[in-house]
């Protein structure tokens, strides 16, 4: 005879635990594609849109770049944050965010990548290589 008055629920929910892809990459380092047909770097394409060539190569930015564009959003978040356009030392541009103050962050600023992927939306972040708070020592 079974006994059905056993009160512990025996479920085998031990995957259900917060586990990190074991497979993630170094999130600080970024990677882009560079065309081995014509040389044109890009940022997470499969066609290089210069010769439309799909041989390309994955290598490793240094992380260095200039702010080209950046705008302010205030959409769905309690704070402004800034999307910014960043074009990398190696010549691809990504879209990322700029820490610190969205006011002081201007076109031809130089930046550095500080995490590849922002654990809350994947994006980018850089931060800026002249610190605008030591400028006036
Ligand atoms: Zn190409």
């Not at 994006?123 to 020592?137: I, K, M």
């Amino acid at each position: 005879m079974y006994h059905p008055s056993g009160s512990v629920t025996q479920q085998a929910s031990g995957s259900a635990a917060g586990v990190l892809d074991p497979t993630a990459q170094d999130t600080d380092a970024m990677f882009y594609q560079r065309c081995t047909w014509c040389g044109t770097a890009m940022y997470h394409r499969l066609l290089c849109p210069v010769c439309q060539g799909s041989d390309l190569r994955t290598e490793r930015s240094e992380g260095i770049g200039t702010v080209r564009h950046s705008t302010i959003v205030h959409r769905n978040t309690p704070a402004a944050r800034n999307v910014s356009l960043i074009e990398m030392s190696e010549g691809f541009v990504v879209r990322g965010r700029v820490m610190g103050p969205p006011v002081g962050i201007h076109s031809g600023d130089r930046v550095r990548l500080s995490t590849a992927k922002d654990p809350v939306r994947g994006e980018p972040v850089f931060q800026l290589l002249d610190e605008p708070y030591r400028a006036w020592t």
